[in-house]
């Protein structure tokens, strides 16, 4: 899994400095969220690692994945309490990304096997082409190393709210400089259906998904707590789509700017072209 080691030190890269690119345009989170790596890019935009600090960690822990075994994944549309039921021992839930909504991590040919016994069933069930690191038991045997390094690196106070994609609510200010939340974050089944019903519970507001793919984006629609009224607002291009990364962005702007986000226009048109 050596892809690991670039990849996500790079979708860190580009998730924290596309939060620091809006910041210096006057547009400023009320809260934010990630979703397994992307924790550690809203809980750098919330100040509780240094920027530096935090891709310190984020090559660390990257690195550590690449020495454990990849899984494969599948998305299973059943609830967590049902698909538990029918898992055999070596795989497990590693999110659930809404009521009806869970990926399934192990060994590839018992994903596979589990795809088609479901797929019999009539359950709806998608294997998916990455390899799945992290948030399962096979990260055990790296636990205590991360933890060791988690302990050199500073963690301080939030300066905005963090919800917790691994308890599915608002994270306590202490609970985040806590080494033990990013050891349980590192294991435990991430939990982004949670967190959008802790969302959807509080007053309406816009949904920024600074993630890869818009995979969030389509997480956040298919929830039952959506209300279609709600704006969610992508701000990277589709993978395959036609649109420039420059282009997206800047629509994503002015979603916000029509939604009421005070824009500083002149900071966009004297500071950056953006990202080509």
């Known amino acids: 899994m050596a892809t690991i080691a670039l990849s996500q030190p790079a979708v860190f890269a ?51 994945l690449g020495t454990v075994p990849s899984e494969a994944m599948a998305a299973v549309r059943l609830s967590e309490d049902r698909l538990v039921r029918l898992l055999p021992p070596e795989l497990s839930v590693g999110a659930v990304n809404g009521p009806g909504q869970c990926t399934v991590m192990g060994p590839a040919e018992s994903v596979a096997r589990l795809a088609g016994e479901l797929g019999g069933r009539g359950v709806e069930t998608r294997l998916l082409r990455i390899d799945a690191v992290g948030h399962s038991p096979v990260v055990e045997p790296i636990r205590d190393r991360f933890a060791a390094f988690l302990g ?29 939340y990013w050891i349980r974050h590192l294991r435990a089944p991430v939990r982004f259906g949670e967190a959008l019903s802790t969302v959807f519970a509080g007053p309406a507001r816009p949904l920024v998904d600074a993630g890869p793919g818009r995979v969030l984006s389509a997480l956040i629609r298919r929830h039952p707590g959506y209300d279609a009224r709600q704006p969610v607002v992508p701000l990277a291009a589709r993978p395959a789509g036609d649109a420039s990364q420059t282009a997206t962005l800047l629509a994503g702007v002015g979603a916000l700017w029509a939604r009421g986000a005070d824009v500083d226009f002149a900071a966009l048109r004297r500071g950056s072209r953006g990202p080509s």
Not at 16 to 24: C, G, I, K, N, P
Not at 37 to 61: Q, T
Request: net charge positive; hydrophobic share 50%; glycine share 8%.
């Open 14 to 64: 580009v998730q924290y400095a596309t939060s620091r690119l809006l910041e210096s345009w006057g547009i400023r989170p009320g809260a934010v969220a990630g979703h397994s790596l992307g924790a550690y890019a809203a809980a750098c935009a919330a100040g509780v690692f240094a920027p530096r600090d935090a891709m310190r960690l984020v090559v660390e822990r990257a690195r550590l």
């Open 152 to 180: 050199t690196v500073a963690r301080e106070r939030p300066v905005l709210p963090v919800l917790s994609d691994t308890t599915g609510r608002w994270a306590a200010p202490e609970e985040l400089r806590s080494v033990a």
